[in-house]
């Protein structure tokens, strides 16, 4: 915190305006948040209510027997600054701060020999100052620090009033630092994790976001190591939760000591099971080491099964990742492979993977809505959500950034199990799938195998536009009469068993293809940007997904918006 000049008082000359200039004191010192704040407000108020030239704020360091100086105000001389880096004073040097403890008085230091102190009067005299009212600030009987003022040689020394008034200022920068080092306590309760002592969720946002402005501005490389504790739920069931909560401190130790490869680097509990390292300014590979070094200390605790962890860079291959939740998307669905093939090492999107899948938010530990199957999401907040989110992109967001957004958003308010964008550059072109995530695999939550991979068919009525699959599940047929759903329709096709009202020509994947692939429903629409490139958006829900027939004219709606923003 600078200090403004304009809150030096002017030295008071009556009883009454220092009674109003302690109010001043007190009022400000009430009102700093920090121990920082205090410090240096009372530096600059202490000034002027004791006509000094030059005030400092130090604090007795114990563990270190050091005086440290936190600020100086005033005149200053040439080795010192306003807020020093490291301006220390051994306290053997000043025994009268040690003879302070007993009485924890004030006190008058002049520049004479024999008065005091020597390292004090030859510190005077080297700055020259004639000499200097040193207040202890006192905690529970005990010196925290000192307020110390001195004057310029030929100024006249302190006097007893001074010292009384010293006192009272001493005590009410001893409260402000109280109030302050209550919020700094409460604000670090609120960031931390109470059992393993790591970064909580709140924590770990705020630095991602952070992390990826950076990233958006000059580049900054920015990795993601998601960890999955495995065996938690064993040692509850069989030991009970102290044991578990024993193994999930020694798991955070492990990401801790991971963390501290590399400098900086954020280790942090997301809740239950789960934790992070959130690692800046390091290369991809070096990300991948740290996440290589806690799966093999995590092996090495007792009572666990290691950890699955999955890591994804913008320092390697997996597209341009511009927001928190693709990258937070990507790294999760790297560790969701790394839980389901028992992995003992890391798996990193974008290397040797697969496209990678995305897992919705409920997968992370959060509650999942009521109301599931029948139920219809809550088309004022999906709408609310998206267009602030369509906000948030960076100004060079592509128009495919832009239609991903908005249907991973419609999706994720559905709880989907997977979202597929496919794009051609011109009417008659060929139908590229641009974009996908798949938040949970089909064969998870449908009962029907998959068929195998077949060679796709003209789909009818196309215009001549050949689908051409770059990303899983290959196996998609064809949407029919896909020249309609490109040029703004759109339509939600149900299973067959789910009560399909679906005929033969209707839009959409057709219901025969969703039955066999596990899926309940499917919802789609279409829509030609500016540029005249077409966009076709197929949203797949399965048994625990929400009802999606409201979401159509959402859809519709936001995908129009994204091809219109420029």
Known sequence: MSIPASLALVAPDSDAARLRALARFTKLLAGAQSTTDVVSTAAAEAHGVLSADVVSVSVWERETGLLRVLVNYGSLASDESTHPEDETYPVSDFPTVLLSEDDLGPWVQLAENGSGDPKRVDLLRRRGRSCALIAPIVFGGRAWGELYAARITGRIAYTEADLEYAE??????????????????????????????????????????????????????????????????????????????????????????????????????????????????????????????????????????????????????????????????????????????????????????????????????????????????????????????????????????????????????????????????????????????????????????????????????????????????QWIEPIPRIAEQLRGAGSVTTAVGQDSNWISGDLGISPEFLAAAGYTAALTAGATAPDTSQWLVAVLLDEISLWAQPALPLLRVLLAIALATH
């Open 168 to 473: 009272t200022l001493s005590a009410q920068i001893a409260a402000g630092l109280a109030r302050a080092g209550q919020l700094e306590r409460i604000e670090r309760l609120a960031l931390t994790d109470q059992l393993t002592g790591l970064a909580n969720r709140r924590a770990f946002d705020a630095r991602l976001d952070a992390a990826m402005d950076r990233h958006n501005s000059d580049g900054t490389v920015v990795s993601l190591v998601l960890c999955d504790g495995n065996g938690l739920k064993r040692i509850n069931d069989q030991h009970g939760h102290d044991h578990g909560d024993a193994l999930l401190v020694e798991l955070g130790s492990c990401v801790s000591a991971a963390a501290s490869r590399l400098p900086r680097s954020l280790a942090a509990r997301l809740g239950g099971d789960e934790f992070c390292l959130l690692i800046e300014g390091y290369t991809a590979d070096d990300a991948v080491a740290a996440a290589e070094d806690l799966c093999l200390r995590a092996l090495t605790v007792r009572g666990g099964e290691g950890m699955a962890c999955g890591v994804a860079s913008t320092g390697d291959p997996i597209g341009r990742v511009a927001t928190r939740d693709g990258l937070f998307r990507l790294a999760d669905a790297a560790q969701y492979r790394a839980k389901r093939s028992r992995s003992l090492s890391p798996v990193v999107a974008g290397r040797g993977q697969p496209p990678d899948p995305e897992l919705p938010q409920q997968q992370r530990g959060i509650p999942v809505a009521p109301g599931r199957g029948r139920a219809s999401a809550s088309i004022e907040a999906l709408l609310g959500q998206a267009l602030a989110g369509l906000d948030k992109l960076p100004p060079g967001a592509t128009t495919a950034d832009r239609v991903e957004l908005v249907t991973d958003q419609v999706a994720r308010g559905l709880d989907a199990a997977s979202w597929y964008v496919y794009r051609r550059e011109t009417p008659r072109g060929s139908l590229y799938q641009e974009r996908s995530a798949v938040y949970r695999a089909a064969s998870e939550s449908g009962v029907h195998a998959l068929p195998e991979a077949t060679e796709r068919p003209q789909a009818p009525d196309a215009g001549g536009a050949d689908i051409l699959p770059t990303s899983p599940p």
